[in-house]
């Protein structure tokens, strides 16, 4: 199936980020000079702390099929150091900084998804400052060695779906109808799948589960594409690939019903 476009898409986060190599001289005080001095705090009046998101690489080496090959290495001693999250006054976007990772976040609110194009041309601004300061702060250089993206999506509880045993009729690429088995009754499920990008361009990572949201019951698909950055792939291209690999997987895993009925496909 080919890519298609909603007009009532069920993403309520995009998530774009870059890992790189860890530096010993950014600390947390640098990134409230950044905030400060670069973000703007009456753009960014919120700020708050975070655990450290760990150290992550996609490995192909050995891959049995048998569990996924997400390596998270934490680092243990970090200088103290934690995530920094600046949200806007609007509350629709987020960037979170700590010593290894940049990472920009859309967040719905009350707007419409601004596609990804938007999101994109938000990101680059921001993370190109962000090396700029590192540069002229600490005399250190940004070093990227990973890209990310993440789609976040929800499909409550109503029009298509009531229990657990009618989520074939939003995913039946990951979640096939279940009769009844046993002297049982299905009740619920949690998913996660991986695949990779070929040739061995990166990972995409599905979790499916079913979680509140306020007091609706939501089925939640949470697509995370991720992969090196080198000399054949930079940054762009990896956030581009991701999102390709993403939207694709996305179109192909859901229903008809679904397209038609509940995001209204153009």
Not at 1 to 7: A, G, L
Not at 21 to 40: D, I, K, V, Y
Not at 138 to 146: C, N, S
Not at 155 to 183: N, Q, S
């Amino acid at each position: 199936m080919s890519i298609v476009d909603f007009k009532n898409p069920p993403v309520i986060e995009v998530v774009l980020g870059v890992q790189f190599q860890r530096m010993e001289g950014l600390t947390n005080a640098h990134l409230g000079r950044f905030w400060s001095e670069e973000l703007g705090a009456n753009e960014w009046p919120s700020v708050e702390d975070g655990d450290l998101i760990p150290y992550a690489q996609e490995s192909f080496e050995s891959n049995t099929g048998w569990a996924p090959q997400q390596f998270r290495l934490g680092f243990a001693a970090e200088g103290g150091a934690s995530r920094l999250l600046f949200r806007n006054e609007q509350r629709d976007r987020l960037i979170q900084i700590q010593g290894s990772r940049f990472v920009y976040n859309w967040i719905r609110a009350k707007d419409i998804y601004p596609r990804f194009d938007a999101i994109e041309s938000e990101f680059f601004p921001q993370f190109d400052k962000f090396c700029k300061y590192v540069d002229t702060s600490t005399q250190e250089k940004v070093a990227p060695d990973l890209w990310e993206v993440t789609y976040v999506n929800h499909v409550p509880r109503g029009d298509l779906w009531e229990t657990p045993a009618d989520w074939y009729r939003v995913v039946p690429g990951l979640i096939p109808a279940i009769e009844p088995y046993g002297k049982t009754g299905f009740e619920t499920s949690v998913g996660y799948w991986r695949s990779e990008i070929p040739p061995q361009r990166g990972r995409l990572h599905i979790d499916v589960q079913c979680r509140h949201v306020g007091d609706q019951p939501t089925l939640v698909m949470k697509l995370t594409a991720r992969g090196a950055i080198n000399e054949d792939i930079d940054l762009k291209a990896g956030l581009r690939m991701g999102h390709d690999a993403i939207v694709q997987s996305f179109t192909d895993l859901t229903s008809e019903e679904a397209h038609i009925k509940l995001w209204k496909r153009e």
